[in-house]
């Protein structure tokens, strides 16, 4: 089974993620695309909606997709965890995955946790943001949502899901900020 994971805060998830796992399932040749929310992301110091809210809302968001499991792995750490333990973890069952990216974390990358180790480990998928160059041995999901989770935060501009959900994502957020 082909395999690909799809970490982050997704504090909150918004349409940018939608159209990243939708182009995933449309380019890869993968059986299974795996989300993975952070605990708490290790390069942040602080989440603001809590680690079973956005399980729940992703959950929510892709139970219409055949593909796409939400997987509570890190949250069910209780810490920070990075990614080459994600990694890890599911390695020893399917194989080398896929890991996507989104484009602004290339900068970082190379401070990533074993980071040499983990380039061995996956074939790096990264998802197109603003004019960030993808480099060439990596694979290019090509996105056209501009929506950050950052930007949500600061002025609670839509995030471009489903109605329901939607509603649910911005009351939690004005109760919570």
């Known amino acids: 089974m082909k395999l690909a994971l799809y970490g982050g805060s997704f504090d909150p998830?918004?349409?940018?993620?939608?159209?990243?796992?939708?182009e995933a399932l449309r380019v890869l040749p993968i059986d299974r695309l795996?989300?993975?929310?952070?605990?708490?992301?290790?390069f942040k110091p602080?989440?603001?909606?809590?680690?079973?809210?956005r399980y729940r809302w992703l959950e929510e968001?892709?139970?219409p997709y055949e593909k796409v499991n939400v997987s509570d792995f890190e949250i069910a750490q209780g810490r920070s965890v990075y990614t080459i333990e994600t990694v890890k973890h599911y390695a020893q069952q399917y194989g080398k995955p896929y890991l996507i990216i989104g484009?602004?974390?290339?900068?970082?990358?190379?401070?990533w946790h074993a980071f040499d180790e983990l380039n061995t480990m996956v074939h790096w998928v990264v998802?197109?943001?603003?004019?960030?160059p993808i480099p060439e041995n990596m694979i290019r999901l090509t996105t056209r949502v501009s929506i950050s989770s950052t930007d949500f935060r600061s002025s609670f501009i839509p995030l471009g899901l489903e109605p329901d959900i939607e509603n649910k994502i911005i009351t939690y957020y004005k109760e919570h900020l």
């Open 13 to 22: 998830p918004h349409a940018g993620h939608v159209a990243v796992v939708t």
């Open 46 to 53: 602080s989440i603001t909606a809590s680690a079973s809210a």
């Open 34 to 42: 795996v989300i993975v929310p952070a605990w708490r992301n290790p």
């Open 127 to 132: 998802a197109t943001r603003e004019k960030t």
């Open 103 to 111: 484009a602004d974390n290339l900068e970082k990358l190379p401070s």
């Open 61 to 63: 968001i892709f139970s």
